[in-house]
């Protein structure tokens, strides 16, 4: 993960759409770093991925924003990713444009992906872009194919990718699959109901007849299998659950084959629902996920020291608030004092109540 260096927005020669672009690390596993016993560890080398003909909505100011220009002489050692953002458009991606200008950091990183089933090979190549956003619902996995291009004796290779580099010096690139989800985290009542958000999009030309969806719980150590199944892309039939452990757990077959919504929904939650959940969606050959986080919480039960109290100027008295029946377990309850009238009677309830929301969302 590397935060943005500049506030960097870019105008595209198009009305109402912007380039955008992200500092990133690309992200790769090594053996023998120096690290202890000589095991394997990650290293992080700086790159940079440029989404052009990301939307503008009608209230963005074009003015303000400046067009993105490559290096006017190519670099073979700079890892300069070029993709165009149309089929399949990143959802919210609009988001980004001022995420660093309001000190917001953007969270980026590029892997290399084999898909499963087929040996790697750099032509196609294929990559994997994580992104989200500090303090925004916004989160997304893409799969990068590199794009065929005409190559003749003055074409670059990058260096340390082995990858041919356009004029511009850019790896061309299309994005074929991507998951996303527009909530990181979500609180829900004991003995509620929840969605927990989820979708998918791939290019115009299915990756595969099948889809494949599995939701897991991952909490304290222990993980299982949530819900998962199985769907033709072409069949208007329900979705085929193939394998649920928990009851009260489904997915909409109609939105899933319509939008690619697979949010899950959950039902009479429990205390054991909470935790990580893994949203995984197969097509084919590749396959990407999402991470939410779900917190349970039950409003406590508060009842009073005493029903009566009479309220003497000169001898201040203290009324304890108790608490009952409440989760999380951590949530802590008050003590205050009345010294005037029946007013703080009021002002401690809410005072419980607020003190309770604080302790849970923090």
Not at 105 to 114: A, F, G, L
């Amino acid at each position: 993960m590397i935060e943005l260096q500049s506030c960097f927005l870019c105008l595209s020669a198009a009305d109402g759409v912007a380039d955008v672009v992200l500092s990133c690390s690309l992200v790769e596993e090594g053996v023998g770093m120096g690290g202890m016993g000589g095991g394997s560890l990650f290293s992080r080398t700086p790159a940079t991925l440029v989404l052009r003909d990301v939307p503008v909505g009608p209230d963005e100011s074009l003015d303000t924003l400046t067009p993105f220009v490559p290096p006017s002489v190519p670099d073979p050692d700079l890892i300069l990713f070029e993709n165009k953002v149309s089929s399949p458009d990143i959802p919210n991606a609009g988001m980004l444009l001022h995420a660093d200008c309001n000190e917001q950091e953007v969270m980026c990183e590029i892997s290399r992906y084999t898909p499963r089933g087929l040996q790697e090979s750099s032509d196609p190549a294929y990559f994997m872009v994580s992104l989200s956003v500090e303090g925004l619902d916004f989160s997304t996995s893409l799969i990068l194919q590199t794009l065929p291009f005409d190559k003749d004796q003055t074409t670059l290779t990058q260096s340390k990718l082995n990858l041919p580099l356009s004029q511009s010096g850019t790896l061309l690139t299309k994005v074929i699959f991507l998951v996303f989800s527009d909530i990181n985290s979500v609180s829900a009542p004991l003995r509620g109901d929840v969605l927990l958000n989820c979708g998918f999009k791939q290019e115009e030309t299915p990756l595969a007849p099948e889809v494949g969806l599995e939701w897991r719980l991952q909490h304290r150590g222990r993980g299982r299998k949530v819900l998962e199944t199985k769907t033709k892309l072409d069949d208007t039939e329900e979705a085929t659950v193939v394998h649920g452990e928990r009851n009260g757990s489904s997915v909409d077959a109609a939105l899933l084959l319509s939008e690619g919504n697979v949010s899950m929904s959950l039902t009479r939650l429990k205390v054991v629902d909470e935790g990580t959940y893994i949203c995984t969606v197969n097509l084919g050959h590749f396959h990407a996920q999402q991470v939410i986080q779900l917190h349970i919480i039950q409003l406590p039960q508060v009842s009073l020291s005493a029903e009566k109290l009479v309220l003497n100027k000169n001898s201040p008295q203290t009324l304890s608030c108790h608490c009952a029946k409440y989760y999380p377990l951590d949530v802590q309850c008050c003590v205050f004092s009345l010294s005037t009238d029946s007013y703080w009677w009021v002002l401690g309830f809410l005072v419980v109540t607020v003190l309770f929301f604080y302790q849970v969302m923090k």
